[in-house]
């Protein structure tokens, strides 16, 4: 199937700072989604971008969907100990759109 | 009014046991997926169903079987549970091809 590389794997940052993470893909995804996950619950969705170029926000979230439609980035402005989590960066699979394929993830950890 | 919702949270069983998850959403979604979320936090895809109907199936034992009676709940049931399969398992749903929704997640601990 096909594969997400994300990157970083995880950071630690000082709370008011800036934070950018992104997705690679070797293959092209028509749709890029973003999910964070909190200690102990499930995903949840925080962008969906479905247009190549196309940049989005979600409150201080905004991520973009590549032009070769082979990334994506989200990144996270002013962060707030309440942004520690993991996020997934993901998206459906050319041969079985229900499948979402996940990449491994960006724990960050905010330090007050 | 939780959009997706599974139990148990957590399961503690012996090693050969049966068990089974329940999930149930009210989101008027058309298809339901189980993932698998392993010890490094990653997210692999066991089955999806739309309108009741198994769609994908991928590589896992068959002693996990998924039912769904209909298109609101997909239940997983687990045979003969090995260490193995320790893990946290999601229940989500979506519209065919939209961004998924996920349940809290199932914490099962083989011992």
């Known amino acids: 199937g096909q594969q997400l590389n994300q990157s970083p794997q995880s950071m630690f940052i000082q709370e008011g700072e800036d934070v950018s993470m992104n997705c690679t893909s070797s293959s092209i995804f028509n749709t890029w989604l973003w999910y964070k996950q909190d200690p102990g619950e499930g995903p949840v969705l925080l962008i969906a971008?479905?247009?190549?170029?196309e940049l989005t926000s979600n409150g201080r979230l905004t991520a973009q969907f590549g032009i070769t439609r082979k990334d994506s980035f989200l990144n996270i402005s002013a962060s707030i100990p309440s942004d520690v989590g993991i996020y997934f960066c993901a998206g459906p699979e050319e041969t079985s759109g229900s499948r979402l394929t996940f990449g491994e993830g960006t724990q960050l950890t905010v330090n007050p | 009014d939780t959009a997706v919702s599974q139990t148990p949270k957590y399961l503690v069983t012996q090693m050969g046991n049966d068990k089974s998850i329940k999930c149930e959403q009210n989101?008027?979604?058309?298809?339901m997926y189980w993932y698998k979320q392993d010890s490094k936090k990653f997210l692999k895809i066991m089955f999806s169903?739309?309108?009741?109907?198994?769609?994908i199936n991928e590589t896992v034992p068959n002693r996990f079987s998924p039912k769904s009676p209909d298109k609101a709940h997909l239940n997983l049931h687990i045979n003969s549970l090995e260490l193995g399969d320790s893990a946290v398992y999601f229940c989500?749903?979506?519209?065919?091809?939209?961004?998924?929704?996920f349940g809290q997640g199932t914490r099962l601990t083989v011992v």
């Open positions: 989101l008027g979604h058309d298809t």
């Open positions: 169903y739309n309108n009741k109907e198994l769609i």
């Open positions: 989500a749903s979506s519209h065919l091809y939209g961004g998924a929704f």
């Open positions: 971008l479905y247009k190549a170029g």
